[in-house]
Every structure is written in structure tokens, then in C-alpha cells.
């Protein structure tokens, strides 16, 4: 279980909290992994007001829309906030492959950090996957990557629910 599977499951049975010592722990240990969750406190990179613009193609109803996304915020996290239809069953922490985008230009793809295991194990799981394939939920916002574009497959594959589409918290 992840940490902030673990957090939110302690919130909702309201068990007392977690010495601070444990916590900070696991914090650092997610840090060294590389793996990105999507917790507002782990995004590190987040500045007020900078941005990048990301393009969204969703291959379902053929509708693209760009937005602005902040700095340290995941693909997924901006597709939630603009209600984009991009799913993400596990909420970003790398459980699923339900937020599985394309990216489109090969050079941008190149100048995100190579995908973890973890996040390799979960796009094996992926409907339509490319050369180019990647969790939106670890695609991170960085200057490198501004104007980035995306493919949203037409199909994904949730193990948990069929058809359910969390809400952004």
C-alpha cells in the first residue's frame, strides 16, 4: 500500500496520525523512487504563475482543448482541473494505467525523465499503447516540455469499476 493510499485510508477511519518521524520516512524514501504522486505538498517544482500550455486530443468525441497547467503539476492533475475526460481510477498514485496519454512529438517525449518500473509495469496494462505511451499522472509540468500534446486513447482498461471516473478532490 502507498503512502497516501495509507494517509487517506487512516483519514477515513480516523485513526490517529502517524508519528511525524514514519511519515517523514516514507516521504523521503518516495522522493529518492523518483515516483511522482499526486499530492499538492509533493510537487516541489510548483511556482505562482508559471506555466506551460498542454494540448489534449481526446480520440472519443475528437475534441482537443489547450490549457495552461502550473509548473510541478502532473498532465492529469490539469486534465481533472479543466475537465478534461482523462480518468485516473487511482487518484495518481501509480496503481492503474487509467490516465495513459500519448505524446505526440517524439522530441518532447525525449525530454521527460525515463518512466520508473512502476510506472513501465502499469503501461503494460495500457489500451493502445505506443512508443510514446506514458502515465499522465507522471508526466510532470516543466518548462522543457511547453507545448506539449497529448492523445487521449479512445478506450482504457479499469480494473476497479467499470466506467467509474473519480472526482478531483
Known amino acids: 500500500m502507498r503512502l497516501a493510499q495509507i494517509v487517506r485510508l487512516s483519514n477515513r477511519l480516523q485513526l490517529p496520525a502517524l508519528p511525524e518521524r514514519c511519515l517523514g520516512n516514507a516521504i523521503e524514501a518516495r522522493r529518492e523512487s523518483n515516483i511522482h504522486t499526486s499530492t499538492s505538498t509533493s510537487h516541489g517544482e510548483r511556482k505562482d504563475g508559471d506555466t506551460i500550455t498542454a494540448t489534449f486530443f481526446d480520440e472519443k468525441d475528437k475534441s482537443e482543448k489547450t490549457v495552461k497547467v502550473p509548473l510541478g503539476e502532473s498532465l492529469m492533475e490539469a486534465a481533472h482541473a479543466n475537465d478534461i475526460d482523462l480518468e485516473g ?20 517525449y525525449d525530454k521527460l525523465p525515463e518512466p520508473t518500473d512502476d510506472e513501465n509495469d502499469m503501461l503494460d496494462l495500457a489500451y493502445g499503447l505506443t ?12 518548462k522543457d516540455i511547453d507545448g ?13 469499476v467499470d466506467g467509474y471516473k473519480p472526482k478531483p478532490h
Not at 131 to 142: F, H, K, N, Y
Open 148 to 160: 506539449i500534446h497529448v492523445r487521449i486513447p479512445g478506450a482504457t482498461r479499469n480494473f476497479a
Open 89 to 108: 481510477a487511482c487518484e495518481g498514485s501509480l496503481a492503474c494505467s487509467t490516465c495513459h496519454v500519448v505524446i505526440e512529438d517524439p522530441e518532447l
Open 131 to 142: 512508443e510514446t505511451s506514458r502515465l499522465g499522472c507522471q508526466v510532470i509540468a516543466t
